[in-house]
């Protein structure tokens, strides 16, 4: 995939424009699945024929398979996009020595928190060690994770989602958003090797859903 801002440097600009663009994805999806839920609750799985093969007649076939289908698309929309944004924040990072760079990362976190409601978080931190890449970049114990990398509600499905993030981005940051105390957060999380286990130094677990 290209770079967000062509052949030259990615600017801050142009990164807002991709979160932009993720929270309208993220928008379409919710919307989709609020659609689904009206719809006798029958989500992305649910039979859409009764006991005896027939289609139902309780629900909307034709707008169901829509959904799903606009879920399915905008899924793989949202999932391109976050690999743009996190290429975007690696560059950034990488310019971070330069005069303005902390200015850009500050207001990079701001445009990433802009969200008018609270995202739903889909695992939640439970321990952090002192000392450890977690304890460093600021994440908290009762954290509740909304983003970790390209990971978000709407993909994941266990743990190993995260592991798998986790062990490609050794050494690079990673985009992670947490709901605190009633406030989205965004924080720089690098994985990498440390005097304890891991590459993070803290223990995450999924949320009943």
Known sequence: M????GSGPV???EVQQLVRRKDEVEAQIKARYELLERQKGVGMHGPLVDAEGFPRDDIDLYQVRTARHDIICLQNDHKALMKQVEEALHQLHAREKEK????EAEALAEAMSQNQALPQAFAKVNAVTPGSP???SGLQVDDEIVEFGSVNVNN???LQNIAAVVQHSEGRPLSVTVIRSGKKVHVGLTPKRWAGKGLLGCNIIPLQR
């Open 100 to 103: 303005h760079a902390k200015d």
């Open 134 to 136: 977690a304890s460093l």
């Open 2 to 5: 290209a770079d967000p801002g």
């Open 156 to 158: 994941f499905q266990n």
């Open 11 to 13: 600017t801050l600009s």
